[in-house]
Each structure stands twice: as structure tokens, then as C-alpha cells.
């Protein structure tokens, strides 16, 4: 309805933000907003996010995102690269990394969005996701237990160059009680470890009694405390 802050064309028909794929960044335009605080569930009721860019020394801008739209963008396309964001009138685009995402604790609905300013050759710090290729020796020929340690990896790197995964060979985990630490992951030349090289990522433990003899993986989750949304 009319007055609601939502972004509409000259006909009052709501305006769509749209996301795209240009040159390996995607670009999604977002609208100003001007609802903030609990006026802002008038905004999700309607199928739209809160959001907000900071960064750079520059004045925060508050912004909102079709929620149909920003949802296709992590499925097609992923959160943790370079984000274009586009704003009315604007000549340019603002690019961005997601640094968080808000969920209510109860629907698992997106409340709220934040988005850092970055340059395409700035060097940043991200966490990579790890992904464990390959069979472990000391599953396959001893029965042991392989465990995931960390489930991704803090690196530098430059902003225009973030990996969506790096790949963690397990081969050289042949005995029981094997480990790999960060410094065994390969790493593209220009990036560089955040984390100390001994910090364990993956590790091959003895089996439990009653467990049968057969590859077994057990992961060990992060957990997260819910955060109410910021406006």
C-alpha cells in the first residue's frame, strides 16, 4: 500500500530488486529504506529484508531487499563473494561482502542483512568452507573414525579472489590416530593462513566399541547464539 517505504514505480506497482551475473560478481539492486526499528516488520510481512551497508569510513545507508530475490542470489549464485549492490539514481554499483545475516531462531527466516563496503583488490579475511576429498587409509584399511575438526578455514586474500571451497586431500591420513593441520591445506599463491599452522583440521580416532568396521565420518558443528535483528 502506498506510504508503506516500499520501493514503487510511477503507478504505485512495487519495484523488484533484481540480481545478475556480470563478470563474476553479481549484482543486486536493493532500494533505500526509510522504515527502521519495529516498524521494519511491516517491511518482512511484505516479503522484504532489512539491510544495511557500512564500511569504509562512509555513513551507513539503510537499504532493503526483495526477499524472493536475495534468497534466488544465495542459491544461484552464493553469499561469500563480491556483491554489486545498486541503488536507485546511482551511477555505479557499491560492491559489498555479506558480513551477516540474522535469522529468527524460531522460523529460520532472514531478519536482517548487513553488508560491508570492500574494493575489488582490497585483502581481507574470510573463512573458506573446507571441503575433504579422497578416502583416509586409516578409515578404509583400520576402521578408525575420521573427525572434522574445522569446517572452514581462516585465510587473507584479495577480495576479487575468494574461493567458494578448498579442497582437503585425506590420503595422508593412513593410521589410526592421523591428524592434518592447517598448514597441510594447499592454498592458492596469494593466500595466506589466518589461523595458526598447528590448529588441527581433520584427525582419524580410534573406533568406539560396537561401532562396525566401515568408513565412518563424525563432524564436529560450530554452534551459534541467536541474535535479535539490528535495525
Same mark, same amino acid.
Given at each position: 500500500?502506498?506510504?508503506?517505504?516500499?520501493?514503487r514505480?510511477?503507478?504505485?506497482e512495487?519495484i523488484?530488486?533484481?540480481?545478475?551475473?556480470?563478470?563474476?560478481?553479481?549484482?543486486?539492486?536493493?532500494? /533505500?529504506?526509510?522504515?527502521v @526499528?519495529? !516498524?521494519?516488520?511491516?517491511?518482512?510481512?511484505a =516479503? *522484504?529484508?532489512?539491510?544495511?551497508?557500512y564500511g569504509?569510513?562512509?555513513?551507513?545507508i539503510?537499504?532493503?531487499?526483495?526477499?524472493?530475490?536475495?534468497?534466488?542470489l544465495?542459491?544461484?549464485?552464493?553469499?561469500?563473494?563480491?556483491?554489486?549492490?545498486?541503488?536507485?539514481g546511482?551511477?555505479?554499483?557499491?560492491t559489498?561482502?555479506v558480513?551477516?545475516?540474522?535469522?529468527?531462531?524460531?522460523?529460520g527466516?532472514?531478519?536482517?542483512?548487513?553488508?560491508s563496503?570492500?574494493?575489488?583488490?582490497?585483502?581481507?579475511?574470510?573463512?573458506? /568452507?573446507?571441503h575433504?576429498? @579422497?578416502? !583416509?587409509?586409516?578409515?578404509?584399511?583400520?576402521? =578408525? *573414525?575420521?573427525?572434522?575438526?574445522l569446517?572452514?578455514?581462516p585465510?587473507g586474500?584479495k577480495?576479487?579472489?575468494?574461493?567458494?571451497?578448498?579442497?582437503?586431500?585425506?590420503?595422508?591420513?593412513?593410521?589410526?590416530?592421523?591428524?592434518?593441520?592447517?598448514?597441510?591445506?594447499k592454498?592458492?599463491?596469494?593466500?595466506?593462513?589466518?589461523?595458526?599452522a598447528?590448529?588441527?583440521?581433520?584427525?582419524?580416532?580410534?573406533?568406539?566399541?560396537?561401532?562396525?568396521?566401515?568408513e565412518?565420518?563424525?563432524?564436529?558443528?560450530?554452534?551459534?547464539? /541467536?541474535?535479535?535483528?539490528?535495525?
Amino acid at each position: 500500500m502506498p506510504g508503506d517505504g516500499l520501493p514503487r514505480d510511477q503507478e504505485g506497482e512495487w519495484i523488484m530488486a533484481q540480481a545478475t551475473s556480470r563478470r563474476g560478481t553479481t549484482e543486486l539492486a536493493v532500494a /533505500p529504506r526509510t522504515m527502521v @526499528g519495529k !516498524a521494519t516488520k511491516h517491511l518482512r510481512r511484505a =516479503g *522484504v529484508i532489512p539491510a544495511n551497508i557500512y564500511g569504509h569510513k562512509e555513513a551507513s545507508i539503510a537499504v532493503q531487499i526483495d526477499t524472493h530475490t536475495f534468497d534466488r542470489l544465495r542459491r544461484e549464485h552464493g553469499l561469500r563473494g563480491i556483491i554489486a549492490l545498486r541503488l536507485p539514481g546511482e551511477k555505479g554499483t557499491q560492491t559489498v561482502l555479506v558480513r551477516h545475516i540474522q535469522y529468527d531462531p524460531l522460523s529460520g527466516k532472514i531478519l536482517h542483512v548487513d553488508f560491508s563496503r570492500v574494493g575489488m583488490e582490497e585483502q581481507i579475511e574470510m573463512k573458506i /568452507p573446507l571441503h575433504f576429498v @579422497g578416502e !583416509a587409509p586409516g578409515v578404509k584399511i583400520h576402521g =578408525g *573414525v575420521l573427525l572434522h575438526l574445522l569446517e572452514a578455514l581462516p585465510v587473507g586474500c584479495k577480495a576479487s579472489n575468494i574461493l567458494e571451497s578448498i579442497d582437503v586431500d585425506l590420503s595422508s591420513l593412513t593410521d589410526i590416530e592421523s591428524v592434518l593441520h592447517a598448514s597441510d591445506v594447499k592454498l592458492p599463491a596469494d593466500y595466506k593462513l589466518a589461523i595458526d599452522a598447528d590448529e588441527l583440521i581433520a584427525k582419524v580416532a580410534a573406533p568406539r566399541a560396537g561401532l562396525p568396521e566401515a568408513e565412518a565420518v563424525a563432524s564436529v558443528p560450530e554452534t551459534t547464539t /541467536p541474535t535479535s535483528p539490528s535495525e
